[in-house]
């Protein structure tokens, strides 16, 4: 799963990296993070897509939402036995001598009580 993960989130962060600091010029005296590269890219994707080229970062942040939360349902469903514990833990309500105390407790005292 760490591969999976590894492997969309890598492109993820190069992408909006480059999409971020290219939108606001801050481009380090590299060409390809320049604000003029930026708008060629979009206006070339918009030309190719058919669309208007404003609307794509819209659509490439919808589609990385979904995949996010295809990937957690992915990983969800790995560890669906150990989250049906978890639950069950919590259902029960069964809570520690240790936990109970530690919550109840008056806490630590003040040098000058």
Do not use: K
Request: hydrophobic share 50%.
């Amino acid at each position: 799963m760490r591969t999976i993960f590894t492997l969309w989130a890598a492109p993820m962060a190069i992408f909006w990296g480059w999409y971020f600091l290219s939108a606001n010029d801050m481009n380090f005296g590299y060409v390809m993070l320049s604000r003029q590269v930026h708008d060629f890219a979009f206006q070339l994707y918009g030309q190719m897509l058919g669309i208007d080229p404003a609307i794509i970062p819209g659509m490439v942040a919808r589609t990385c939402v979904f995949d996010f939360f295809l990937l957690m349902g992915l990983w969800a469903f790995r560890r669906r036995r150990n989250i049906a514990e978890w639950i069950r833990q919590r259902r029960q309500g069964a809570i520690g001598e240790d936990h109970l105390s530690r919550a109840t407790e008056a806490g630590p005292r003040l040098p000058a009580e």
